[in-house]
C-alpha cells in the first residue's frame, strides 16, 4: 500500500463532461455515489488519469476518483465502471478501496481498506 498510495496522491485528476473522455466513468461515478462517503457532501468526482503515474499491474486496472471537497480518493475496478464480466458480477461482491482520506485526517484508519459499494453509499447517505 505505502509506494501505490504515494503514486495515487499525486496523480492528476480532473472532471470531465458526459460527452467527452471518460464521460461514462463520470457518469458511473455520479449516479453510485452522489454525495462523497468521506466528507458526506455532494460531490462532483474528477477522474484519476494514470497515464503519467506508473503503478502495478492490478492498480491499472481501477478507476479513481477524487471528491473536490474533501480531495479524498476511493477506486473501484474497471470492470464493475464498464459492467464487464457480468456474469463475475452476481457471485463477487463489488468493493470500492478508499485510497487517500483527503483532509479527513480522522479518517486515516479506512486507507487501504476495501469495502462493499452498497456500504459506502450508506455512509455518504447519514448525517453526523
Given at each position: 500500500m505505502g509506494d501505490d498510495s504515494r503514486q495515487v496522491s499525486s496523480?492528476?485528476?480532473?472532471?470531465?463532461g458526459y460527452m467527452f473522455f471518460?464521460?461514462?466513468?463520470?457518469?458511473?461515478?455520479?449516479?453510485?455515489?452522489?454525495s462523497c462517503p468521506l466528507c458526506k457532501k455532494p460531490s462532483l468526482w474528477e477522474l484519476g488519469n494514470s497515464g503519467k503515474v506508473k503503478l502495478g499491474w492490478k492498480n491499472n486496472m481501477r478507476n479513481y476518483f477524487r471528491c473536490?471537497?474533501?480531495?479524498?480518493?476511493i477506486s473501484v475496478e474497471m470492470a464493475i465502471v464498464q459492467k464487464r464480466y457480468l456474469i463475475r458480477s452476481l457471485f463477487k461482491e463489488q468493493n470500492a478501496r478508499i485510497e487517500s482520506v483527503g483532509n479527513n485526517s480522522n479518517l486515516?484508519?479506512?486507507?487501504?481498506?476495501?469495502?462493499?459499494?452498497k456500504t459506502l453509499q450508506e455512509w455518504a447517505s447519514k448525517t453526523e
Open positions: 496523480m492528476e485528476f480532473k472532471r470531465y471518460g464521460g461514462n466513468v463520470t457518469q458511473w461515478v455520479d449516479k453510485t455515489f452522489p473536490p471537497n474533501c480531495m479524498g480518493i486515516q484508519h479506512l486507507i487501504g481498506q476495501e469495502y462493499p459499494i
